[in-house]
C-alpha cells in the first residue's frame, strides 16, 4: 500500500504505525486517537504492521438508502410499500409467450402497469427471475451487532466515528481463506449506539429450490 499510494500522489495521507514520523503527522493532523488503536494493539503485537489511511471514510448503508429515498419522493417517485400492497404476487405480461412484462400484481389484489420493470431485490432477485440461477449468488460471513448501553458515554465517546478508525486485519480473498484472517469493524452507529463487527473467514449460503426445481 505504501507504494501503490506514492505512485497515485496519495502517500501525504497515509500513516505507518511503525514510522514514528507518520505517528507525529497523524497526530498533528486530529487523527492521534484513531492511531492510537493502532498502537496498543502493536504494544501487544510488536511485530504488528499497519497503515491509517484518511483518504477513505465510512457510508452507513441505511442512511445512504433513507437519503435516496428523499431524494426520489422530492422527484415524484411513488414508493407502494407495506405488507399486502407492498409485496410482489405475480407478473402482468404483455403476451401469451410470457415474455415480454408489462408491470407486476400486488398480494392485495392490485395490478401495477409499467413500461418497464427492474427487478432489484438483491439475494432474492434469483427466486423473482429463476433465469439468473448460477449467476447470481449470494454468501454472508459472520457478522456480529451489539448495542453500547446508554449508561456507557464513555466508551460512546471512544467508539465515535471521530475517534475510532474503520479497521480490517489481513483482508483478501486468498488470506481470509488460507490463513483464518478477515476480520473488520466499523465504528459506532450515532446515535443508535450499534457497533458491527464482521468475520469473514468462512462463508455461507442458503440454497433455496424454485418453483422449477433449479
Not at 15 to 20: P, R, S, V
Not at 99 to 111: E, F, L, P, V, Y
Not at 113 to 128: F, I, R
Not at 174 to 185: D, L
Amino acid at each position: 500500500t505504501r507504494e501503490n499510494y506514492a505512485k497515485d500522489g496519495l502517500g501525504p495521507l497515509r500513516f505507518d504505525i511503525n514510522n514514528e514520523k507518520d505517528i507525529k503527522r497523524a497526530e498533528a493532523c486530529g487523527l492521534g486517537p484513531k492511531i492510537k488503536y493502532a498502537l496498543d494493539a502493536k504494544s501487544k503485537i510488536p511485530n504488528l504492521e499497519g497503515s491509517l489511511d484518511c483518504s477513505s471514510g465510512i457510508i452507513y448503508a441505511s442512511r445512504s438508502l433513507q437519503y435516496l429515498k428523499y431524494l426520489c419522493v422530492n422527484l415524484g417517485v411513488n414508493f407502494i410499500l407495506g405488507d399486502a400492497k407492498g409485496t410482489f404476487t405475480d407478473y402482468i405480461y404483455k403476451d401469451s409467450s410470457k415474455k415480454i412484462i408489462g408491470g407486476i400484481k400486488t398480494q392485495d389484489g392490485k395490478s401495477h402497469k409499467a413500461d418497464l420493470v427492474v427487478v432489484a431485490c438483491g439475494p432474492w432477485s434469483t427466486h423473482m427471475v429463476p433465469e439468473l440461477d448460477g449467476f447470481a449468488t449470494a454468501n454472508s460471513g459472520n457478522v456480529v451487532i451489539f448495542k453500547i448501553p446508554d449508561n456507557r458515554p464513555d466508551l460512546k465517546i471512544k467508539y465515535s466515528g471521530k475517534n475510532f478508525p474503520v479497521f480490517g486485519w489481513k483482508m483478501g480473498h486468498s488470506r481470509e481463506k488460507e490463513h483464518m484472517a478477515g476480520i473488520f469493524m466499523f465504528p459506532m452507529l450515532e446515535p443508535e449506539g450499534y457497533m458491527k463487527i464482521v468475520v469473514r473467514q468462512r462463508k455461507y449460503v442458503n440454497n433455496v429450490t424454485l418453483d422449477n426445481g433449479r
